[in-house]
Nanobody, 113 residues
């Protein structure tokens, strides 16, 4: 069993930055960790994922602005979000794949002036 605790969401102005963190508890090996997001009325979409090897995959809309990183020793994944846009507003969910999928409770990110 894996439990995920997310932190770092909030309100930021367009062009600003935020950093999300997600810490996983449990003794199961976690292959991929990452983030998805869901805006009101839209489907959940990939933001970024990172394998234990360090290989990353980003959603097209965030490439060049967001950076995902991981501390394997702490089972923690980070998402550095720069140049934020209003369309980045969503609930951001952490995911851990063992390969079963575990989801965090979600953290709200609001980009608005």
């Amino acid at each position: 069993q894996v439990q995920l605790v997310e932190s770092g969401g909030g309100l930021v102005q367009p062009g600003g930055s935020l950093r999300l963190s997600c810490a996983a508890s449990g003794s199961i090996f976690i292959n991929h960790m990452g983030w998805y997001r869901q805006a009101p009325g839209k489907e959940r979409e990939l933001v970024a994922v990172i394998a234990s090897s360090g290989v990353t995959n980003y959603g097209e809309s965030v490439k060049g602005r967001f950076t995902i990183s991981r501390d394997n020793a702490k089972n923690t994944v980070y998402l550095q979000m720069n140049s934020l846009k209003p369309e980045d507003t969503a609930v951001y969910y952490c995911i851990a794949k063992t390969p079963a999928n575990y989801w965090g409770q979600g953290t709200q990110v609001t980009v608005s002036s």
